[in-house]
């Protein structure tokens, strides 16, 4: 197994934090500051990034948005602020999770395994991939194409980048064609826990989606918004 990244300024919660995944078993490595973890992503194969925001040199942001250019594997924010917007901007950037300090350490290793399970779970890199029973094997419609074997997806023949949950949120909504799907229905199908209430994570994510689609959040063709249901594609 491929290490699990560490970058916190704060000694005490990095060095506890490898502390508890060493002890489940986790090659850990452990940065104070942002500029020496960039390099050792560039340079090395991770199996998860958990990176706090404010960092010295390179912000955790920007770390996690310059891990998605590349990578698909989790990563997680590690934060102090709990305003909803440095939320949603760290899941908008492609973090998959977020953790507000102060935190329970057995609640991060909880969060740390469920990313990786999801991971592999989804990740056709990993092996053998669970399928979940359906019918149909791909999607073909207004450009957008999606296959569940290959676990690709192109837009009018250009070839969608796109993470493990995303492609899982838009091959949900495409299983569910002309369906509006609420938010709370998409999180438990595709992230496979209870949802709760006031939760940005789907939001996010479908935010993202969009951005790399090139759709206009106002007037979207694919991924559509009914306001107080949920999500759609017609």
């Known amino acids: 197994m491929n290490p ?13 934090v490898k502390y508890y995944l060493t002890n489940e078993g986790y090659d850990v490595c452990v940065f104070y500051e942002g500029n020496s973890a960039l390099k050792f992503i560039q340079s ?3 199996e998860l990034a958990i990176l ?17 250019e590349t990578y698909h594997y989790p990563v997680i924010m590690l934060t102090a602020k709990v305003e909803d917007i440095d939320k949603i901007t760290g899941l908008t950037l492609g973090a998959d999770d977020y953790i507000t300090k102060p935190f329970n ?7 740390v395994k469920a990313q990786l399970r999801r991971y592999k779970r989804y990740n ?13 094997k791909e999607f073909d419609f207004a450009g957008l194409i999606i296959n569940i074997d ?25 299983e569910n064609r002309g369906k509006v799907v609420s938010s709370e229905e998409l999180f438990e199908a595709v992230w496979g826990e209870k949802y709760i209430d006031n939760n940005n994570t789907v939001m996010a994510h479908i935010a993202r989606l969009r951005e790399k689609m090139k759709e206009p959040s106002r007037k979207p063709k694919f991924v559509k918004t009914v306001w107080g249901v949920g999500y759609t594609i017609e």
């Open 150 to 174: 290959t676990r690709k997806c192109t837009l009018y023949g250009n070839p969608l980048s796109l993470t493990p949950i995303e492609f899982s949120i838009l091959w949900y909504l495409c």
């Open 105 to 111: 350490p057995l609640e991060m290793v909880a969060r």
């Open 4 to 16: 699990i990244l560490v970058v916190d300024d704060e000694k005490e919660i990095a060095d506890l």
């Open 52 to 68: 706090d925001v404010m960092l010295p040199g390179v912000d955790g942001f920007s770390i996690c948005q310059k891990i998605r």
């Open 44 to 46: 090395n194969q991770i």
């Open 124 to 136: 056709q890199s990993s092996g053998t991939t669970i399928q979940p029973i359906q019918q149909a």
